[in-house]
Structures are given as structure tokens and as C-alpha cells.
């Protein structure tokens, strides 16, 4: 691997154009309105959790959680192309419902994965830049990467196998835990941070606690059929009357997992399950809360959305030593 990300050749500058060029075209031509092209997707992709939800066996863990990645990762990807501005006031999914026909469903689907395949060629052409893929000379419209002779890749499989393992023993009970267990059984399990890292606000502690009442809030929605859009002060209140936070400190919390369209990449729907429709109504993303971390969670929202990454270091020092 390199230290530095190398610059593309101008093929494969033009190819990286051409592509984001046909994403943003897709994307925009699912609704002329944001906020509906916003729900057409995430209710998409609530809905078919939702199923896959009820039926949910431990011995699919894995198909299920790759599932997951790809639905999320896909939406991430459409998301990011739809225009920033959102509109005033509140979502009235009902009402939006009764106008949307198969097709918009139809056409969301074939939106995210059309985005799993565009993630695929984003991962190559990231992969070239740091020095992990050659390419062969392009044909016409066809790029085709080989693997580069400094970086086989034999230990990074290995890593993934490994890593695969892991994720398959965590998620085998994630579902049953998310709903059974007690909360504070739940916070001494899983925080392995510092309790008192201030996110501005709130600190970890609190926020494991919100986290862990909406990944429970977020699954009953979905298995009692109720509809992924909800009020932000609804939700907020939601959290405050199943933990211990002050409204301020609610209200914090839900700002540090909304999602930002365009925010950085290194914020995912992992990290910022809650999506914006307007300015008063959000989409929840329950398989976000489910699978994501919030131990990477605190660290990066501490990073990108706290006191910034000295003072995170500064924190994770004192805890460490």
C-alpha cells in the first residue's frame, strides 16, 4: 500500500466522471421533490428490514448482516446524490403514499442496487489509489483491474475471514439481546470507551444509554408495522422517556445521529441512522441502530461532531493508561 493517494490517469479520471455524472442523473430522476425521493428510498428499505426482521434466524446471521451492509451502504450512496436543501415543516408519509405507484417502488429498488454495484466500482478505483489494483489497457467503456504485484492481498483475506467470524458470533444473538436483555446489562457488555468522553452535551455514557433505548424503540416499530417516519420532537421525547436524559441532552443526542447528506464520508448510516425528510420529520433506519457499533459511534462522532480528534486522543489516553 502507499503512503499517499496517487492521482488517476486521465482514463480512469474520465471513467470516475462519467460514473458519478450517471449516479447523480439516476438518483434525481426518482422524484422531483427531495424529501419524497428521500422516503421512496428509506421506506424501501425499512419495510423489506422489517420483513426480514420477523423471520430472522441466528444461523443466517450472516447472510443477514451482509444484506444489511449492501441495503445501507446503497442508500448512503443514493442519498448522497439527491440535492441538499430540504423542505420546511412536516412529512405526511400517508399522503405521499396514496400517490406513489409501483413503479416509484420498483424504480427505488432498482436505485439501490444499482448503488451496491456503483460501491463496488468506487471501492476499485479508491483501491488503485492507494496502490492495491493496477489496470490493464482500457478497452472502450471497459477498465478491468488486476492486483498488484507489491500487494497480493493474502493477508488482508485472512483479515477479512477473521474479522467475518467475529461479526458472525456478535450478530448471532444481537437480535434477541437488542430486545431482552436489561439496559444496564447492555451498557456494562458493550461500552469500551471512556464513560465520561463529553461529546458536547452529553457523554459516552449517555449516549450508549439513547443508543441502546432506540435500537429497542426502532425494532418494536418495525415489527409492529409502524410507518419509518417519525417526528424529530417525537423522537426525542421517545428517548428521553426511556433513559435518564435531560430534554438538552435528548435533544443532542439526536442531532449527533442525524445524517447529513452532505457531511462526510466518514459518517455512515452506521454511525447516523436517522435520516432528514424536512426540517421537523426524520426517517428511521432501524437496521443502522441494530448493526451498527456505538463504540465506533462515540469515537468517530467525537471526532467529526464533538471537541475534534485531539481532545478525543487526549480522553482515550487517560482511559488507556
Same mark, same amino acid.
Given at each position: ?178 430486545? $431482552? ?48 417516519? $417519525? ?79 485531539d481532545h478525543f486522543a487526549d480522553e482515550n489516553q487517560k482511559y488507556t493508561f
Open positions: 500500500m502507499l503512503n499517499k493517494k496517487r492521482d488517476f490517469p486521465p482514463v480512469l479520471s474520465e471513467a470516475s466522471e462519467k460514473i458519478e455524472r450517471w449516479r447523480t442523473a439516476l438518483v434525481r430522476n426518482l422524484h422531483e421533490r427531495t424529501d419524497v425521493a428521500i422516503y421512496i428510498l428509506t421506506a424501501k428499505v425499512y419495510y423489506e428490514f422489517a420483513i426480514l426482521l420477523i423471520g430472522y434466524r441466528p444461523q443466517f446471521s450472516s447472510q443477514f448482516e451482509h444484506y444489511v451492509r449492501n441495503e445501507l451502504f446503497g442508500l448512503q450512496f443514493a442519498l448522497s446524490a439527491l440535492n441538499k436543501s430540504l423542505p420546511q415543516g412536516i412529512f405526511l408519509p400517508n399522503l405521499i403514499d396514496s400517490i406513489l405507484t409501483s413503479k416509484d417502488n420498483q424504480q427505488a429498488k432498482d436505485v439501490l442496487n444499482f448503488m451496491s454495484d456503483y460501491s463496488l466500482v468506487r471501492d476499485a478505483l479508491l483501491t488503485y489509489s492507494w496502490g492495491g489494483y493496477e489496470f490493464e489497457n482500457p478497452q472502450q467503456n471497459v477498465i478491468r483491474f488486476i492486483d498488484s504485484p507489491d500487494w497480493p492481498g493474502h493477508r488482508d483475506h485472512a483479515q477479512r475471514i477473521l474479522g467475518q467470524v467475529t461479526k458472525d458470533e456478535k450478530s448471532k444473538g444481537l437480535i434477541s439481546n437488542a430486545v $431482552i436483555a436489561p439496559l444496564e446489562t447492555k451498557l456494562e457488555q458493550i461500552i469500551d470507551i471512556p464513560s465520561s468522553l463529553p461529546l458536547g452535551g452529553l457523554n459516552a455514557k449517555q449516549f450508549f444509554r439513547a443508543w441502546l433505548a432506540s435500537v429497542s424503540y426502532c425494532i418494536q416499530r418495525c415489527l409492529n408495522g409502524q410507518s419509518p417516519v $417519525i417526528k424529530k420532537s417525537t423522537f426525542i421525547e421517545t428517548v428521553q422517556n426511556n433513559t435518564s436524559l435531560k430534554l438538552s441532552e435528548a435533544e443532542r443526542f439526536v442531532d449527533l445521529i442525524t445524517f447529513e447528506i452532505n457531511a462526510s464520508s466518514c459518517l455512515t448510516l452506521f454511525h447516523c441512522p436517522l435520516v432528514p425528510l424536512t426540517t421537523s420529520s426524520l426517517a428511521v433506519i432501524p437496521s443502522g441502530f441494530i448493526f451498527g457499533n456505538p463504540n465506533t459511534c462515540v469515537q468517530r462522532l467525537a471526532v467529526h461532531r464533538g471537541l475534534g480528534l
